[in-house]
């Protein structure tokens, strides 16, 4: 394989093996079918879904108020849009990917991933497939970084060929 091919895979997020879903996102394809789209669509040129990409990022973070199942629903998992209340982390990766899908981005571009954060603790992200690599949207920064430079753990995500159904992934920043 060629030193160039080598490096271009590293900027993806390696899929090793189908998994069940995360337990809060078993209902999720039926409770938001958006949520589970593969329909493709190349409608904007890449700069164009990038400029998008970081408004939606950074409008949710900061419209968001963090707010824990517990507190809010007083079960410990439960995957759903964001109350006025506010959410939790795959509460802010379902709505960035909603209102990303709305305003136009190809939706298998669009997949959520759990992870375990630089503090090993359970934590959700969205990410976005790039012609260039796999980028993170994370509601603990504005930053949009590629997978690699997060310093997470990833677990599973969204398969990206069939997002109705999830793989493990083998992936350590």
């Known amino acids: 394989m060629a030193p160039d091919a080598q490096a271009r895979e590293g900027n993806f997020i390696r899929t090793v093996a189908s998994s069940p879903p995360p337990s809060g996102a078993r209902q999720l394809c039926r409770q938001y079918s958006w949520a ?31 707010v824990t199942d ?3 629903y007083r079960t410990r998992e439960r ?12 509460d802010f990766a379902l709505l960035k990917k909603r209102d990303l899908i709305r305003a136009g981005v ?24 790039s012609a260039s690599g796999d980028l993170v949207l994370d ?8 997978w690699s430079a997060t310093r997470y753990l990833f677990l599973r995500m969204q398969d990206p060929r069939r997002p109705s159904k999830w793989v493990g992934v083998f992936g350590r920043s």
């Open 70 to 72: 517990q507190a809010q």
């Open 139 to 146: 509601n603990l920064t504005n930053r949009i970084k590629p």
């Open 36 to 66: 589970c789209s593969s329909k493709a669509s190349n409608s904007m040129s890449s700069q164009q879904e990038m400029q998008i990409i970081k408004k939606v990022n950074r409008q949710v973070n900061a419209t968001t108020r963090s």
């Open 106 to 129: 190809d939706p298998s571009k669009l997949l959520i991933a759990t992870v375990l954060d630089t503090q090993r603790n359970s934590h959700a992200v969205l990410v976005y497939r």
């Open 79 to 90: 995957w759903a849009l964001p109350t006025s209340r506010g959410g939790d982390c795959e």
